[in-house]
């Protein structure tokens, strides 16, 4: 395989932790694994909440991180919590100042909603739902004017390579649809930016290459996996046939929409004392309960919006318009889908991987905030957190180069090669995650989907960016096996009550999860 030796600090990812990263290294010279043109194929692009923060006078960080652990349900790091509310104000002015728009009151305030399971209203915006797109663009800016940055777009990484417990380099190619043959990348340090896994799953918010390759290539090269089980099912994404799926931003809820089924009737009302205002995982089994009996879930937004939505919520109006929906005048049918994923490669405060010279940010990660069910809009503000969190680390513990040509733009010139994954078998794979290790789940199901992965794997194992997919398919579902009860995203219809005590955070390598992949798949035969 060619290789590419730089001082330069590998970032694998273009989201909002990878640019923020990025921009808190410089002088430090850093190169951006980019898959796509920047802003178009990061989550953090589409988020429409906002960041949550402790803004409101009345508003305090301790009530934030009490929040963020009762939502977690037993298994968030209080320690974590803390170190990660307690300074989101500093961020959200930190932004402003790079260019962020918020939205602002006449007084010169920060317009504030409140979403789920939030005791307050701090979640801090963007022209109503357009939180994640002018957060990026105002941080791409940045980047494009910042000579230390260079970003390789159209470009992936597919695996790491270790030596001794160590990374010491990343393999990446060509992201077109034909790929390309690997190079191998040697930097001074990497850091892991590069999304979640919500598309693993057929019903998904997250854009298209956000596969759980990320957090894949790391388990296959012996990074410790938690809560690999946690995977968050936002209730409602709109249920109009698209792929993925327009999200209902949970700020709708916020001001006051409703959920009815097809005959009229709210039905959050009797399942949980805030109602629509329920932690997500409430709101999403409750939505999956009534779609899967054909009750037609939908969003009512228009005593409380009315025309107004189209203004205030621009995304949620261009997804209605173009499905033939008008808002104002009906609901919106929705569907609970794969959003967030909680769990990931496991980190310390300092961001650092059980790997050495790895460290990760971003949805990729497991720091221990989110628990079994992350708080609303906690995501972008982790991310900002321990971008700024590795940043700082990375500058400590990476000597400066002295190398005078250390900006020097790297010059990668793929060659052609490699294999891309099969649509169809992606497809396969998404569909099984979908309606086996979904919303609800149990033994049976998550055995019948860790033998259709095992078999997926084994007839297309040359391509490695499918390998990763499938490496994080397994964590999820064989976690999701051993966890026998039923614990905030994490719902077992068979063991249906959640044990007794604080939650166990669950830890897994890879080997492990393959090994009870191949035994279930073997006694089947």
Known sequence: MKEIKTDRIVIVGAGLGALYAALKLAPRPVVM??????????????????????MDPLDDPKNHAADTVKAGAGTVDAEVADLVTCHARDYILDLTRMGAPFDRTDDGGYVMSREAAHSYARVVRVKGDQAGAEIMKALIEQVRATPSIQVLEGTMATALDTQDGKVTGIAIQDSATGRSSPIMLRGSAYLLAGGGSGGLYAITTNPPRIRGQVIGMAARAGAEITDAEFVQFHPTAMDVGEDPAPLATEALRGEGAILVNKDGERFMQAVHPDAELAPRDVVARAIFSQWKTGMRPMLDTREVLGESIKTQFPAVAEACARNGIDPALEPIPVAAAAHYHMGGIATDTDGRASLGGLWVCGEASSTGLHGANRLASNGLLEALVYARICADNIIA?????????????????????????????????????????????DEAGLRAAL????????????????????????????????RRESRGAHERSDFPETDAGEGVRSKAQLTDMLALRAKISKDTV
């Open 33 to 54: 694994i980019s898959p796509e043109v920047l802003g178009e194929g990061a989550s953090s692009a589409w988020a429409q909440g906002g960041v949550a923060a402790a």
């Open 397 to 441: 513990a990476v000597p400066a180069s002295k190398d005078a040509a250390i900006n020097t733009p790297l010059d990668i010139q793929f060659e052609e090669g490699g294999v891309a994954p099969d649509p169809e078998v992606v497809m396969s794979l998404r569909q099984t995650m979908t309606s086996l290790v979904g919303v609800v789940r």
């Open 451 to 482: 033998r259709k992965i095992d078999a997926l794997e084994a007839a297309h194992a040359d391509s490695p960016s499918f390998m990763n997919m499938c490496a994080t398919a397994t964590l999820i579902a064989g976690c999701a096996l051993l």
